[in-house]
């Protein structure tokens, strides 16, 4: 009897073990793909037919938020919420700026650009992924006035900082070795096809060769660390309800930072960058830039960023007063920006529901077995 409760003990015991590593199990053999944590469809609206449980609207917009993290998986760590480029914020490039020159030698005006070159909005999202590693995945989404003739759409992910004043024109700021930028070409007018590329600044200026080239977002979870898609068909975003979005007027694009900095031996990821949504008047590579959104600060919660130690507060004299424990070293959670939401994926659930939840009780049940030979045994005899 004493051996048979032993077995079951065992049994018991790794049943549970299992039921509890199972998130993590499921989670290691998960690849970080960047269409399987957000959608990269070509609109802003939520497919419920499909994997990934966010797109634009569950971050920035007014649909039902994106679930909440869990330590097990991955979810969204920030976003900037909608950075609109109109009204009296409407500023755009002027006096020869290029992204071949360095920052200081950028011009800005008041003025705005050429339709086709007219930003409207623009938001971005970090998401942590859903796998063993935590990749940082980086999401950029667009929108422009027009869609006559071919054009460009890009973003620069920078680790320093700049900003242009419109009323003295000059743009204040450097590029650092490292910075990258994500440029979108779209291809004749108002198709839908679109090529990405990224390129990096490099100690002697903008590279003339990109780092990455993809023809275009599949839709079919491909491991690619960085693809593009343009809108299809109308949209009408719900942050803005008059816009009406004609093919190709919005782009979004996504890219696993994790995996593209370990391919190309780019280091750590920076825990900031300086973002800078920007059209360009051609696809020409030395064209004149055309349209920018104001360079935003975006945290990219890579696991190399840690927060400078935060003193313990002093314990309040109120006995019914209670403090939150600070994680000293932690990164927190930042404060929601005004029409920021966060939120999270949640792709290895589904592994933990179906396997760690009955592996689970399985254990619980074969535990509370052994617990009974075991009382079945020692009992003594009746008289």
């Not at 422009?144 to 004043?165: E, H, K, M, P, V």
């Not at 090529?195 to 903008?206: D, S």
Request: proline share 7%.
């Amino acid at each position: 009897m004493k051996r048979r409760g032993a077995a079951f003990l065992t049994l018991g015991a790794l049943c549970a073990i299992l039921a509890l590593g199972s998130g993590v199990v499921t989670a290691a053999a998960a690849v970080a793909k960047i269409e399987s944590v957000f959608e990269l469809d070509g609109n802003v609206a939520h497919n419920s037919a499909t994997l990934p449980p966010c797109d634009w609207e569950n971050v920035v917009g007014n649909a039902t938020a994106c679930p909440a993290p869990t330590a097990l998986m991955g979810g969204l760590t920030g976003t900037t919420g909608v950075i609109p480029d109109s009204g009296a914020s409407d500023s755009s490039f002027t006096g020869g700026s290029k992204d071949t020159l360095d920052i200081s030698s950028w011009h800005c005006t008041s003025k705005g650009p050429n339709a086709k070159d007219n930003l409207f909005n623009s938001y971005l999202a970090t998401f942590s992924a859903d796998n063993s590693t935590g990749d940082v995945l980086l999401y950029l989404g667009q929108e422009r006035a027009s869609n006559n003739g071919d054009a460009f759409g890009g973003f620069w992910l920078l680790q320093g900082t700049a900003s242009c004043n419109t009323s003295v024109g000059n743009w204040v700021g450097a590029h650092v070795p490292g910075d990258l930028l994500v440029q979108t070409n779209f291809i004749h007018g108002g198709g839908t096809a679109v090529v990405t590329h990224i390129y990096q600044w490099t100690a002697t200026g903008l590279s003339a060769s990109a780092l990455f080239t993809n023809a275009g977002c599949t839709g079919s979870l491909t491991d690619d660390p960085s693809c593009s898609v343009v809108n299809g068909s109308d949209i009408s975003p719900s942050w803005d309800s008059s816009a009406v979005l004609a093919p190709p007027e919005f782009a979004e694009t996504g890219i696993d930072l994790t995996q593209f900095y370990s391919a190309h031996s780019l280091g750590s990821i920076p825990c900031t960058f300086t973002v800078i949504s920007e059209t360009r008047e051609s696809q020409s590579f030395d064209a004149e830039l055309g349209d920018y959104v104001a360079p935003t600060a975006v945290p990219t919660h890579a696991s190399n960023c840690v927060a400078p130690p935060v003193p313990s507060p002093t314990p309040s004299p109120s006995p019914s007063a209670s403090t939150q424990p600070v994680s000293v070293g932690s990164t927190p959670t930042p404060a929601a920006a005004e029409g920021t939401t966060l939120a999270s994926t949640g792709g290895s659930q589904l592994g933990f529901l179906f396997i760690g939840i009955p592996l689970m009780l399985l254990g619980f049940i074969l535990l509370g077995l052994s617990v009974r030979v075991e009382v079945v045994r020692k009992d003594p005899p009746r008289t």
